[in-house]
């Protein structure tokens, strides 16, 4: 990073105007240089740092975009309802939204999820049905149970973020052009896991574009997710096998998300949760960043893709949340051991295991 990035980096908090609300305070997040593990690749490794959104994640952008392209389009009005099926971030980005602009919130989410997440969704002032965690086929699986729900309701909407590509256009406008600028161009490879797919394919999409193709564009994938295999066997979609302990990413079909990039991507990585584990305590304990296992898999993919591009060579990915939302999990020793994990973690790294 040159001198003159990073001091901008330094005093944007200093320089920047004040931002309108909650809306005006989403995007523009930091880029950051991983300095440990750009010395040790001998690349450079940048993070986006999507945890700083107002509402803690990456989905904040998405969850703005989908709300501005459903007032645009006439579709939302004022007081009226936004439905969702997510099992996290999206629907707290939602809740946000909602609360800023005065529409309600609606959410059903699988109830597997954690009770923290359904508390922090209704404490934002959103409704939440926790229903049955059955497959995507499945006429009940929370996402059309979502869509039916908003299709009886007067001025209600079903954003619908797998298949709705205002989702991905959010990131080619915003989280793709802002990494093109914070690298002033120089950027050989850009690589992130998916959920929607709206942040691979609208930031990847925007990267490919402004560098005319120069800048490589992957997927990372963990274990039960049918994407690597996807990508790397050539369009080959197997059923879903395995699972993984990362939040918010893996897949088992090609949304209309991802599926405005999938053809154009240049390969795919596999990361096994060991590496995503580690990666999360190493991230703590060489840059002192507090991220989820999405963030930490996107780290271990952009190291091995630096590597496959060259020494010297720059790759971008996202650092899509903090560790807060997940900490009971992934900072305790006896969950860490249900899952076989707990022993992959180096000796030095144990002390940060505290729960
Ligand atoms: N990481 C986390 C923690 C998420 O919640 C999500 C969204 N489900 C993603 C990554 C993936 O983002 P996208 O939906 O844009 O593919």
Redesign the pocket.
Known sequence: MSAALRARAFSRGFTSRAVDGFVGAVGNTPLIHLKKLSEKTGCTILGKAEFQNPGG???DR?ALGVIQDAEKRGLLKPGGTVVEGT????GIGLAHVCRSKGYKCVIFMPNTQSQEKIDLLRMLGAEVYPVPAVAYENPKNYNHQARDFAAQLPNAIWTD?FDNTA?AQA?YVSTGPEIWEQTRGKLDGFVC????????AGAGRALKEKSGGRTQVWLADPPGSVLYSYVTSGGKLNERKGSSIT???GQGRITNNLGTIVNDLSGALHIPDEKSIEMIYDLLDTEGLYL?A??ALNVVAAAELAQKLGPGSTVAT?L??GAYRYQSRLFSKAWLKTKGLYDVIPEHLKKYVVL
Do not use: F
């Open positions: 994640s990456v989905k998405a099992a996290g971030n999206t973020q989702n990131h896991a998916t959920g929607t797919g709206g942040t691979l939040e918010g990413i989820g999405s963030s996202i899509c949340d």
